[in-house]
């Protein structure tokens, strides 16, 4: 079974950083290109990151560009989205999602916050 958990949300200052982990299992997580995805209050879904599986090819949305970074550990089936100078607009329910075989999946989301 697919499993996907996402961690490392919370409440943020604005200019301030966080990390977002997605944890998997189910799944030869080294042969799949991930993305993270964004959704915010009463808005739709947002593309924000894409990586291949190797991690050696990654994509930002211009929205983010220069302030996010995505990763990822082959070895520990993990993604990872490293956040900086976090903006207001960026508050939002966070996913990792991968398609295996034409089928998406993705976890339960990590909420991001940025307040002060």
């Known amino acids: 079974e697919v499993q996907m958990v996402e961690s490392g949300g919370g409440l943020v200052q604005p200019g301030g950083s966080l990390r977002l982990s997605c944890a998997t299992t189910g799944f030869s997580f080294s042969h799949y290109a991930m993305v993270w995805l964004r959704q915010a209050p009463g808005k739709g879904f947002e593309w924000v990151s894409s990586?291949?599986?190797?991690?050696?090819?990654?994509t930002y949305a211009d929205s983010v560009k220069g302030r996010f970074t995505i990763s990822r550990d082959n070895p520990k089936n993990t993604l990872y989205l490293q956040m900086n100078s976090l903006e207001p607009d960026d508050t939002a329910v966070y996913y990792c999602?991968?398609?295996?075989?034409?089928?998406?999946?993705w976890g339960q989301g990590t909420q991001v916050t940025v307040s002060s």
């Open positions: 990586i291949n599986y190797s991690g050696g090819d990654t």
């Open positions: 999602t991968t398609i295996i075989l034409t089928i998406p999946y």
